[in-house]
């Protein structure tokens, strides 16, 4: 004979006050629909230019999805079912992937930007303009002694550890 082993759900469903319970579907949906309606209201104007590349459909996709889970997840939670749950959890699982897809985006696009602009800038190399067609502003120049700041300490950093390895 086994035992039947009670899920997380209907543990905290055994320990919540019947107020909780029944709050959860309407925060459910209400989460949820908020973030449809966040989709719609900041990724409307670029799904309508045409040019949507491929950056700019990946978050608001993630985003739709959890919106979606939530809502689907609200009477499944109000009829005390586990994959109203289920649901929930995987839907509030997508948060730190739609954090982290934005943190590839940046560094793809960084390391895309790097690129382009030395491949844009080798042909004025090559024919010794370089200097010409760099066009210096204030602004820029105010930033270039916080970069040089944040390069020596990274490798202050950098040679702290290797001494620290080394027993010195």
Do not use: C
Request: glycine share 8%.
């Amino acid at each position: 004979m086994t035992a039947t082993t009670k899920t997380r759900l209907e543990r905290w469903s055994d320990k919540a006050p019947g107020w909780m319970l029944t709050l959860l579907p309407m925060l459910a949906v209400t989460a949820g629909g908020s973030v449809l309606w966040a989709v719609w209201h900041f990724y409307y104007d670029n799904w309508n230019t045409g040019d949507l590349a491929w950056y700019n459909w990946i978050r608001p996709l993630f985003m739709t999805a959890f919106g979606l889970m939530n809502i689907t997840a609200a009477p499944f939670l109000a009829f005390r079912k586990r994959i109203g749950w289920e649901l929930l959890t995987l839907a509030y699982a997508i948060v730190p992937i739609v954090l982290m897809v934005g943190l590839v985006i940046v560094s793809v696009r960084f390391v895309w930007f790097l690129i382009s602009s030395v491949v844009g800038r080798f042909d004025d190399l090559l024919n010794g303009t370089l200097w010409e067609s760099l066009d210096f502003h204030p602004k820029q120049l105010t930033f270039l002694p916080l970069l040089i700041i944040v390069g020596l300490v990274v490798i202050g950093k950098l040679r702290g550890e290797s001494n620290e390895k080394r027993g010195n």
